[in-house]
Nanobody, 123 residues
Framework: QVQLVESGGGLVQAGGSLRLSCAAS????????MGWFRQAPGKEREFVAA????????TYTDSVKGRFTISRDNAKNTVYLQMNILKPEDTATYYC????????????????WGQGTQVTVSS
């Protein structure tokens, strides 16, 4: 079992930055690849970014490439999402998730999910 708790969300103006954190319980954090997803009101949950177990490999959805950076610290059981140059369309609830696969973008491959943290970007 892995429990995930996100933090770091908030209200920010367009062009600003936020860093989301996701703290994982348990001693097997490094056995999981990690991902960030988001869900805006009235929309389906979508993939944002993922990082491999070691942290070496990363992948992003096109709309955040060059603006967002996913990273992890296995010693701290934490995954991060650095979000820069935020846009109003980034407004959503952001979720972190854990997958037993090496790295994946598919929601169905993630076994554990956090409760989410709200990010609101004002124009």
């Amino acid at each position: 079992q892995v429990q995930l708790v996100e933090s770091g969300g908030g209200l920010v103006q367009a062009g600003g930055s936020l860093r989301l954190s996701c703290a994982a319980s348990g001693r097997t954090f490094s056995s999981y690849s990690m991902g960030w997803f988001r869900q805006a009101p009235g929309k389906e949950r979508e993939f944002v970014a993922a990082v491999s177990r070691s942290g070496i490999s990363t992948t992003y959805t096109d709309s955040v490439k060059g603006r967002f950076t996913i990273s992890r610290d296995n010693a701290k059981n934490t995954v991060y999402l650095q979000m820069n140059i935020l846009k109003p369309e980034d407004t959503a609830t952001y979720y972190c998730a854990a997958s037993p696969l090496r790295i994946t973008v598919r929601m169905t491959d993630f076994d554990y999910w956090g409760q989410g943290t709200q990010v609101t970007v004002s124009s």
